[in-house]
Every structure is written in structure tokens, then in C-alpha cells.
């Protein structure tokens, strides 16, 4: 693949072709190597789980444990047969992605309904964790969406609220709306992403604490969803962290056109 036309001195049509021939190359190139490490990640995320389940199936049939020692095996090949479980849907989810094979079902959806749905659900488990969840400001906002993905995408952004900050801490949710744009902010007094990380935690399976996300049963690939269902909607993310204050993700959707008012 390295092999790349010479481009002619002369500036004529071949010139320009030549040109675009080799930038198309180096386009193929990048997907490539993109292709390659994915399918490398994957496989070490999914190996990993298996290779607990095997180790513990293992010491549990190796001796003659007592019900309590089976409990503990039980519980800990199921916690990461949950785990696999989800990283293989998550994998699913971006591979039909990739392929163009999701389509948005887009009507006009009240964002600001959706995040106050997202905060009801997820109430009590921010309760049991301690965190204070709630709405501030929710101004009403129009989008053109998919109302299910876009859940999806707020869940995912809460979700990780949850799981980087401690006991203590207080995520909050505000809709606003301005320039006939819709911003979802989602702002959590959690650990904070290092300035050296914040460029990276959209990519597969990208981690800046592998540990936590661990613990927390992360799968490494919430956010590359979140980015493509928001790309799919023609609309942005942005990202403000402190390390050790906090994170506020944005998300920003065009508003809907109103209909005409009818005289
Ligand atoms: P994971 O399953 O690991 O949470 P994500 O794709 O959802 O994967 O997020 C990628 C990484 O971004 C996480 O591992 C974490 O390091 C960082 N991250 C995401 N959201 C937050 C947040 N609200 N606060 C701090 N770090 C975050």
C-alpha cells in the first residue's frame, strides 16, 4: 500500500488526478491501520473476561470447594459473563453503525423531556450511590431525533456521571436553547479528565483510568456511540473538564424548524 504515484511536475490534468489518487490512498491507509487495531483491541477485551471465567471455572472444579467457594466462583463468572454480554452488544451496536445498517427514526422530540425522563430513571441508583442527580434550567427544545438513541446518548453521558464521581458529588442537567441550537449540558463534580486524555475518550475502547472503568464494568466503547448517534444527528459534543473538579459534557443538536403559523 505504500506504493504512491509520482506526481508530475507539469500542472495539468494528470497532475491534479495523481494528487487525488494518493491522498485517496492515504485515506484507505488510515481506515486500514484503524481496522486493524480495533479488531486487536477487541479481541484482547473479549479474551480477557473469557480467561477469568476459565481461571475460576477451573479452581472450582480443581478442589473440593465448599458452597461458600462456589458462591464466590458463581458470582464472579457471572459479573463477567455480564460484562462480555455487554461488550459484544456494544461491539454489534458500532459494527451495524459502520456499516450503515442503523437507521435514525427522526421525528421532532422535546429534549428537554428527555433529560428530565433520563433523571427520573435514574434517581434511585445515583441515591444508592450517594450522588445527587437532578435537572436545573430545561428550557423547552425541538429537535429533529430519534428519541431513542438520543435517550441512549443521555443515559450514556449520565452513566458515566455516575461512575467517575464519588459518594458526595452532584450531577446536574440543563437544556438551553440558542442560535436555533438545542444544548444538553451534563455536569458532574466527579474526577475530571486530564487535558492529555480529553482528545482520546471518544475513541474505541480508549480509557484515561483503565482500573475505574473496570470497576465500574465499563466497556471502553459508551462514548464512540454516543459520538456516532450524535454525528448521525448532524450534531456536536463538547467536552470541559478539571481534573479532581469535575466534567460538563455538551451536547448540540439543531432545533427543529417550527412549522409556519398558520394566518
Ligand atoms: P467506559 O466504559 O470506560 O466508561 P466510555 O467510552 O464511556 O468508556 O468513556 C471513555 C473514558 O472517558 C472512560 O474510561 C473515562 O476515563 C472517561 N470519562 C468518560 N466520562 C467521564 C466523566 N464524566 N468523568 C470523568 N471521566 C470520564
Known amino acids: 500500500l ?31 491501520v484503524q481496522q486493524r487495531r480495533l479488531v486487536a483491541d ?9 480467561a477469568v471465567i476459565r481461571n475460576m471455572t477451573e479452581v472450582a472444579l480443581s478442589q473440593s470447594a465448599n458452597t461458600e467457594e462456589y458462591k464466590n466462583v458463581l458470582t464472579e463468572v457471572n459479573a463477567e459473563s455480564e460484562h462480555l454480554g455487554h461488550l459484544i452488544n456494544d461491539l454489534l451496536v458500532l459494527a451495524r453503525a459502520d456499516e450503515g445498517q442503523i437507521h435514525l427514526d427522526c421525528e421532532p422530540v422535546r429534549l428537554d423531556l428527555l433529560a428530565f425522563d433520563v433523571v427520573d430513571s435514574l434517581e434511585v441508583l445515583a441515591q444508592e450511590r ?8 430545561l428550557m423547552p427544545a425541538t429537535v429533529l ?27 446536574t442537567l440543563s437544556v438551553e436553547v440558542h442560535d436555533a441550537h438545542a444544548y444538553l449540558h451534563v455536569s458532574d463534580t466527579g474526577i475530571g479528565i486530564d ?12 480509557r484515561a483510568d483503565p482500573a ?15 459520538e456516532w448517534v450524535v454525528r448521525a444527528h448532524k450534531g456536536a459534543i463538547e467536552v470541559r473538564s478539571t481534573p479532581g473538579q469535575g466534567s460538563t459534557f455538551t451536547l448540540i443538536l439543531p432545533c427543529a424548524a417550527l412549522p409556519p403559523i398558520e394566518q
Do not use: C, W
Not at 450517594?130 to 434550567?137: F, P
Open 2 to 32: 505504500n506504493q504512491r504515484v509520482l506526481v508530475p511536475a507539469a500542472k495539468d490534468e494528470v497532475r491534479d488526478l495523481s494528487i487525488i489518487f494518493n491522498q485517496m490512498i492515504a485515506r484507505l491507509e488510515r481506515a486500514f
Open 130 to 137: 450517594q450522588i445527587a442527580l437532578h435537572t436545573q434550567t
Open 195 to 206: 487535558a492529555k486524555d480529553i482528545e482520546h475518550i471518544f475513541e474505541r475502547f480508549y
Open 42 to 50: 477487541a479481541s484482547h477485551e473479549l479474551r480477557t473476561p473469557v
Open 145 to 171: 431525533g430519534d428519541a431513542a438513541r438520543l435517550i441512549q446518548v443521555i443515559m450514556s453521558l449520565v452513566d458515566n456521571a455516575l461512575n467517575y464521581s464519588n459518594a458526595g458529588g452532584e450531577i
Open 212 to 226: 475505574r472503568s473496570k470497576a465500574v464494568g465499563g466497556t471502553g466503547l459508551g462514548l464512540s456511540i454516543v
